[in-house]
């Protein structure tokens, strides 16, 4: 395809505006989305809306294919344009479209299975006494036009087509998507794909929108617009809480579904650092340094208790990162953030510097880096709880039991939490797991956090800040429930009722009836 540079507005693609950007990977330049653009969009969402939520799940799983369909044979120039602007290597992003194509796959099973609704009956009793008892129903609808905010280290999986997009379209909403500025040509590749496979499949126009913009304006005018009902974003805590903040001051506000900062804690218990602390520290260091550390889920604390083993532990790790060389990073604002934030770690007078990687000729290049601090520093100061985005780790030693526990429990909310112990450790320490349920959406034992599996499953989640909803899930199936509500239908005559709740209930999807697990017809109503 041939770059426009220009917004995807449904069938069109338009550009009203004179303000342009370039990333400087690609000869073409991009306009800004005017605030009549984003506007158009979203209306042209809503009204879309309206016919695409009332379409079978069959029917949007065939959209759902179809994209997955012009993905792959376009696969190719997307990877290579991909590596163009994000600098990731060939077998990364090849690894990424296959997950995407994949991830599109499971929900277009979930939305044709069909039970994903929840459907619950609890049938009428006339003849109940005091009071005779309502005929209630309830299911899951789609909200309405939503607004998604891509990710600039995942140019597929969590943007134009990634979790949220597909979600959000699984559910019966339609998406207004506002592209990375680290990768325009890319997002407008796949959204060119999207809007494809849309009319192939004899969508109403609107279903999506693709937005372009290096600035925010574009992004508050998408979040406060009054069409928009919910937000996906994957980034920076900075950036998350600002469009939360936008939406919660709206008329209406709206919730915002903001994955944001980790520092994804790894705790190492005795016993298995006396086992194999070299082994260990060298598989820790692969993971915190794997991508240039640009990975939500990468290690970037860990905790452990003061001994000879942890030093030894300390050793091993320090010289595998003096000897990894340093790789490009995604974009030049991450590689500014990255140097100031190894900067304040550096100046920290309770901070210790235990490494420094290779030096290398890449561009944007984000050098591998490692501290050492105690437990009283680390939860004197909450800075040493930011996230530095990029291959950097801080070890944190605790001079006792009680302050490793104690550490645990004054942690900030994380995507995930990793123990590594041995059977025995895990029967000693089984205390501290009470703690880590408190604090993290995934909790691994003995493995790495890097590598998100898209399963039913899957909890990518967590508390603040690590999200701004730990209830939800932006990757695996159940993240559809963020842009869903449930409904109750009371009394309702059969032909009114949605077809998941009917007696004859002919999408033979599960059903809950008066609590208990049913599929087939309501013999009882």
Known sequence: MTLTGKQLIGYTAAASGTKTFSNDDVDVRFFEATAAEVDQAARLATEAFARYRQLTGAARAAFLERIAHELSLVRAPLNEMAQRETGLPSARLDGEITRTINQIKLFAALITEGSWVRAMIDPAQPDRQPLPKADIRQMQIPLGAIGVFGASNFPFAFSVAGGDTISALAAGCCVVYKSHPGHPATSEMTGDAIVRAARATNMPEGVFSLLQGAGHESGVQL?????????????????????????????????????????????????????????????????????????????????????????????TYASTIAATPGDGMLTEPICKSYAKGITRLSNHPEVKAMATGLTTEKKRSGIPNA??????????????????????????????????????????????????????????????????????????????????????????????????????????????????????????????????????????????????????????A
């Not at 974003?233 to 600002?242: D, I, K, N």
């Not at 003995?446 to 499953?457: I, K, M, Q, R």
């Not at 932006?474 to 009114?496: E, K, W």
């Not at 949605?498 to 013999?523: F, I, K, M, Y």
Request: charged share 15%.
């Open 223 to 315: 979040v406060t617009h009054p069409l928009i009902k919910a937000v996906g974003f994957t980034g920076s805590l900075a950036g998350g809480r600002a469009l939360f903040n936008a939406a919660a001051q709206r008329e209406e506000p709206i919730p915002v579904y903001a994955e944001m900062g980790s520092v994804n804690p790894v705790i190492l218990l005795p016993g298995i650092l006396a086992e194999k602390s070299a082994d260990l520290a060298k598989t820790l260091a692969a993971s915190n340094t794997l991508g240039t550390g640009q990975f939500c889920t990468n290690p970037g604390v860990f905790l452990a208790l003061d001994s000879n083993e942890t030093t030894s532990f300390l050793q």
């Open 371 to 524: 501290f050492k601090t105690t437990v009283s520093a680390f939860l004197k100061d909450a800075s040493l709880q930011e996230e530095v985005f990029g291959p950097s780790a801080l070890h944190v030693v605790a001079g006792s039991r009680e302050e490793l526990i104690d550490a645990i429990r004054q942690m900030h909310g994380q995507l995930t939490l990793s123990v590594w112990g041995t059977a025995q450790d895990l029967v000693e320490y089984s205390d501290i797991f009470t703690q880590l349920e408190l604090k993290g959406g995934r909790i691994i034992c003995n493995g790495v956090p890097t590598g998100v599996e898209v399963t039913h499953a899957m909890m990518h989640g967590g508390p603040y800040p690590a999200t701004t909803d730990s209830k939800y899930t932006s990757v695996g199936t159940q993240a559809i429930y963020r842009f869903t509500r449930p409904v109750c239908y009371q009394n309702y005559p059969q032909h009114l009722l949605p077809a998941p709740l009917r007696n004859e209930n002919p999408l033979n999807v599960w059903r809950s009836v008066n609590g208990q697990p049913q599929q087939g017809p309501l013999t009882t």
